[in-house]
């Protein structure tokens, strides 16, 4: 449904300067790596259909009712089969609470990537579930291998991502032009 609500605005919006640059694609995106094509099932949960509420293990918004399953392909394959190039483009991630595994999932595939790595803005949700301390330290790893990230939740001495501030909200990581 959420889907259905964008490409509705995109076909609304279709006159717009903006809008015959945008590319919408229905795959979901899941852990990994990867370059091959291999989806993974997982299972879905969420209060009620169609809102932001639905995810993996915990559910957002009261208990979960609804399930189902759904294909998700690793970033790098997706982005790869859509021919965008990893150094322009902007990925935003809010998965509500999956971050602590995805971010992670993405360590191998960024190390490989010469030069300029995709923009991305992630949203965390603490409120939801916190990430472990070895995933903290994981997204403080995917922190260090951009030229501009939020250097007030990097923790050197731990090695860690950390701080309260840092736990709930938006944050910014990018290679400068």
Not at 156 to 174: A, I, T
Request: proline residues 4%; negative net charge.
């Amino acid at each position: 449904m959420a889907f259905a609500d964008v490409e509705t605005n995109l076909a609304l919006n279709k006159n717009s300067a903006w809008a015959s640059q945008v590319n919408l694609n229905h795959h979901a995106v899941g852990l990994g790596s990867n370059w091959e094509g291999f989806p993974i099932n997982l299972n879905m949960s969420s209060a009620s259909v169609g809102n932001s509420c639905s995810g993996l293990g915990k559910v957002a918004c009261g208990n979960a009712k609804v399930f189902w399953k759904v294909d998700a392909y690793p970033l790098p394959y997706l982005l790869n089969r859509w021919n965008i190039p990893t150094n322009d483009v902007f990925i935003k991630v809010d998965v509500e609470s999956f971050e602590c595994q995805l971010i992670p999932s993405w360590l191998p595939w960024l190390k490989h990537i010469k030069g300029k790595k995709p923009t991305f803005h992630i949203a965390f949700h603490s409120q939801i579930t916190k990430c472990s301390t070895e995933e903290y330290q994981h997204v403080y790893q995917f922190g260090l291998m951009f030229e501009s990230r939020d250097n007030a939740c990097m923790n050197e001495d731990r090695e860690e991502w950390m701080g309260e501030h840092c736990l709930s909200g938006e944050f910014l990581f990018y290679d400068r032009i």
